[in-house]
């Protein structure tokens, strides 16, 4: 595995990883009872807790990108030596 493809997998876990922690721990204005007023979403986050969210994520996605990478370099999973194997 080279450096970009690397770091392509590791960007798609990480994406796939943050919209999978996006909803977990979220109150919207409805659910505590707060009026948002004209022109409000009553399904927006209280408070959303991003960075905590992309710090979370970014060390999720490493743990997830170096069982992949294990899975890929012991050979637990057959990976085509080119694309004319397809």
């Known amino acids: ?12 876990i990480w994406w796939v990883v943050l919209f999978t922690i996006l909803p977990i721990g979220v109150i919207s204005h409805a659910e505590a009872g707060i009026d948002k007023g004209d022109g409000g979403d ?3 986050p209280v408070d959303p ?15 997830v990108f170096v069982i992949v990478y294990l899975v890929i370099r ?3 999973v057959p990976m085509p030596s080119s694309a004319a194997n397809f």
């Open 1 to 12: 595995m080279g450096v970009t493809t690397a770091i392509a997998i590791y960007l798609i």
């Open 42 to 44: 009553p399904g927006a």
């Open 49 to 63: 807790k991003l960075k905590k969210k992309f710090i979370t994520t970014t060390w999720v996605s490493a743990i």
């Open 74 to 76: 012991l050979g637990l």
